[in-house]
Nanobody, 118 residues
Framework: QVQLVESGGGLVQAGGSLRLSCAAS????????MGWYRQAPGKQRDLVATITSGGSTNYADSVKGRFTISRDNAKRTVYLQMNSLKHEDTGVYCC????????????WGQGTQVTVSS
């Protein structure tokens, strides 16, 4: 059974930093793109950042220059370093891994809460 387990969320003051981790376990096959999505209260889930297996990254405009996504392919883990946090960064951060033994499919983590106090 495939699992994505996130960690590192919490409560932080505006201007502070947090580092999220997401580790994939189980028979997921080849993992291609990994990423982070965010869902704020009452809003849809939005892209935060993605990273390919080769290290190419993509960021939402709202986090460029503040957040950095990285991954360790050997550990099947993706990270999100979040600096200069703002109140509007508050939400549930969910990890995504695109992988599988056949056609690529998405795997999602349960999410970790990030709360930024203003």
């Amino acid at each position: 059974q495939v699992q994505l387990v996130e960690s590192g969320g919490g409560l932080v003051q505006a201007g502070g930093s947090l580092r999220l981790s997401c580790a994939a376990s189980g028979s997921i096959g080849k993992i291609n793109t990994m990423g982070w999505y965010r869902q704020a209260p009452g809003k849809q889930r939005d892209l935060v950042a993605t990273i390919t297996s080769g290290g190419s990254t993509n960021y939402a405009d709202s986090v460029k220059g503040r957040f950095t996504i990285s991954r360790d392919n050997a550990k099947r883990t993706v990270y999100l370093q979040m600096n200069s946090l703002k109140h509007e960064d508050t939400g549930v951060y969910c990890c995504l891994a695109m992988g599988g033994w056949g056609p690529e499919r998405p795997y999602w983590g349960q999410g970790t809460q990030v709360t930024v106090s203003s």
